[in-house]
């Protein structure tokens, strides 16, 4: 019996041992880990995640070959320059992005983790410390603004009040393509 019990157990742990990530695919920067459920997903997210031209041209500095490889390399720039927007360079800087396919998959997670229908295209999660987002209505701005959150988050020690943060994410979001 514990043969077949030690061996219903590596199966269990082989089939599921993939990304360790319910979404199904899990890539990483510098800054970012993003996790989506397909590629149509993450290909949506990159062609509706258009840079501006200084932006853009900072895309090709880096190895990008596959379109993960690009996303991350937008999301990565993306994230410094809100950094620099706000002047704030939080130590160990480190989030999750979430890309779900459109607003009604970000609404049911938001109600699934907070009990609230929402209707929002993407939210900031300051205890798990990750962007959710809906691919189908991703724009720099949105994502700027999602990061300034973040940033915020991690740079103080003490929360600034809601108002605060969130003037300083709308900043972020202003400002993202200056």
Known sequence: MSNFFFTLLFLCCWLFSG???ALG???KSRYVTISYDDKEVLQA???N??????LSYATRKKNVVTVGDEVLAKADIIIEKVQVVL???PDNYHIRLVLLPDEEDVARV???KYGKRVDHIAYYSLSEKTIYISADDTRL???AHEIGHS???HYFQVRPPYNIHELMAQFAEKHVTD
């Open 19 to 21: 990304t360790g990530n």
């Open 110 to 112: 938001y109600k699934q």
């Open 25 to 27: 695919q899990e890539q």
């Open 87 to 89: 002047d704030m360079f």
């Open 151 to 153: 940033v915020v988050d």
């Open 49 to 54: 995640l258009e840079l501006s031209r200084k």
């Open 45 to 47: 997210f990159n062609e």
């Open 141 to 143: 701005r949105v994502l």
